[in-house]
């Protein structure tokens, strides 16, 4: 049974040598070639000085040589930082300097924008970069540091590194996450925590070695363990899926098909995209057997299209986050009529959920409380915030006879039915209060999105020091439509509150989006906020 994540590669490379490992566009590498080339990134990075514990940055776009760079580097003993490198460049840095990462693989591209614009930064952080382009070269910008190219590392040794002496507890990866406020944190996690993620889903989702996972999902996003992870532990076929697909549903739908996925892992985002744009009525998808989302609800009245579409395949939902990993699943084919949200199921394997109640005890079923979790999923902390990591990782007595342990504070606000599956309520941090009344902004944004007009919402709260906070919303709204402010505030004032009901809607033709793909709430919030004091 492996205990370190690179194991998960040596043992499919023995099993499967010859077979796909990472397909990108005209391009495959083999198991075999995978985990010799991976081999060979070991070795450049121990050449650099890279131990045990040390990290070393990935700013990457999704390919082949993003896959070799993680198995490398977790070979290596080392830890791997993903990073966008469609971020500003200061916010790069920032990850860079405060994981004091040693080595950076990125491109030539966003090498030489570093190091104009941050060269004195960057020139005491970085002791070696990583060039992935066929064609990079030592480039004089890069000053002092020294520059490695592909074509070098794969001149390195092709045997697997001596043992460096980890053990499952050891950090592999630390994700940063944006939060709402103040600088992003950075989520350690160890081997036996993403061990635990991948293995769930290995398990649960039955991955063969004919199987063809979609990597939609960038690295830094947590649920991607399932692409880099699970579908190497069960030696299937990575299939990287082209950024630019994801503005073109037409040419996405395409591709899955063409491509024979099987197993289809994005955020409903973009599931909501393929309905309503994808003419996915003109394919049969015959190899597709699974949909899997995850990182924000799935709006319901998209999620029943797609089934209508594709009638054969199982559905996933996914719930977690980069401090967990997944939390629960929710597995099904058909969904009662008279739900309006999809439930997030029951807890992974190897991991304890209970939700506690305002007074801090046990809630009973049916009672609304904040999740929390205890297993080997659990992050370590925050890196280099003590007291953030105190905010979230608590002393609690599940089992009196155990004693007190620590636990996650997830912030989520869930309740248990009787059949045991967990419904998600709302963030705890989206819970405000107006005019007195305790409002969760998610209740008003489904109402909202209830309207078949609506593709799109979010609810916005406006400090106000009348009453508390005001109500914006902003939506999407399907073309054609010349839905206006005052009937769209009647429709939900059918199903919510007057008191909820926003006191403008603003109707945009998009959402600004994260990286990953998810609605950029930080974002859309300071916009609003700042239109508001101007």
Not at 23 to 41: F, M
Not at 186 to 213: K, W
Not at 294 to 304: D, H, K, M, V
Request: aromatic share 8%.
């Amino acid at each position: 049974m492996p205990y370190l994540l690179q194991q998960l590669l040596e043992n499919s490379a023995k099993q499967h040598p010859n077979k796909e490992a990472v397909v990108y566009k005209n391009t495959v590498i083999t198991y075999q070639e995978l985990d010799i080339a991976s081999n060979q990134l070991a070795w450049t990075l121990k050449n650099a000085g890279i131990e045990k514990g040390n990290r070393v940055g990935i700013c990457l776009n999704k390919s082949i040589e993003e896959i070799v760079a993680i198995y490398g580097i977790l070979k290596a003993g080392a830890v791997y930082v993903p990073i966008d490198p469609a971020s500003p460049i200061q916010r790069i840095v920032y990850f860079i300097e405060n994981c004091h990462s040693k080595v950076l693989v990125t491109t030539q591209k966003t090498a030489t924008k570093l190091y104009q614009e941050f060269l004195d930064q960057i020139a005491t952080s970085i002791q070696q970069i990583i060039l992935i382009d066929e064609d990079a070269k030592d480039r004089r910008e890069f000053c002092q540091t020294k520059v490695v190219t592909w074509q070098q590392v794969l001149q390195s040794p092709k045997e697997p590194l001596p043992c460096n002496n980890l053990i499952d507890c050891d950090l592999a990866h630390i994700m940063y996450t944006s939060g709402s406020t103040g600088n992003p944190k950075g989520v350690m996690l160890t081997h036996r925590s993403i061990l635990n993620f991948a293995s769930c889903f290995y398990h649960c989702l039955e991955v063969q070695p004919s199987d063809r996972l979609s990597h939609q999902l960038q690295i830094y996003f947590a649920a991607s363990v399932v692409d880099i992870f699970t579908s190497i532990q069960a030696g299937a076929t990575i299939v990287v899926v082209p950024p630019e697909l994801a503005v073109f549903p037409v040419d996405l739908a395409n591709f899955i098909e063409a491509q024979r996925i099987t197993i289809w892992f994005s955020v409903p985002s973009l599931l909501t995209q393929l309905v309503l744009r994808g003419n996915l009525q003109q394919h049969q998808f015959q190899h597709l057997r699974q949909v899997l989302f995850a990182g924000e609800p799935f709006p319901i009245q998209y999620l029943r299209q797609l089934m209508q579409l594709m009638p054969q395949v199982e559905y996933c939902n996914i719930y977690g986050s980069a401090e967990t990993g997944a939390r629960t699943y929710y597995r099904f084919r058909t969904l009662p009529s008279e739900l309006d949200a999809v439930p997030i199921g029951q807890a992974c394997a190897n991991t304890e959920l209970f939700i506690v109640n305002d007074e801090g005890q046990i809630a009973k079923t049916g009672e609304v409380g904040e999740l929390y979790a205890r297993g080997s999923s659990v992050m370590k902390g925050y890196w280099g915030m003590p007291e953030k990591t105190k905010e979230v990782l608590v002393p609690y007595t599940v089992y009196p006879q155990l004693g007190e342990e620590t636990v996650f504070r997830t912030g989520d606000l869930v309740k248990q039915e009787a059949d045991g599956n967990y419904r998600y309520v709302g963030r705890r941090d989206h819970l405000i209060k107006s005019r007195g009344y305790r409002i969760e902004l998610e209740e008003i944004e489904k109402a909202i999105q209830r309207h078949p007009d609506v593709e799109e919402v979010v609810v916005i709260a406006i400090p106000d020091e009348e009453i508390g906070n005001r109500l914006k919303a902003v939506a999407v709204l399907k073309p054609g439509s010349d839905l206006q402010q005052n009937t769209l505030q009647s429709f939900c004032a059918q199903t919510i509150p007057n008191y909820m009901v926003p006191e403008s809607i603003e109707f945009r033709s998009q959402l600004p989006k994260t990286s990953t793909g998810k609605i950029d709430r930080v974002m859309l919030g300071r916009e609003l906020r700042d239109a508001d004091r101007s």
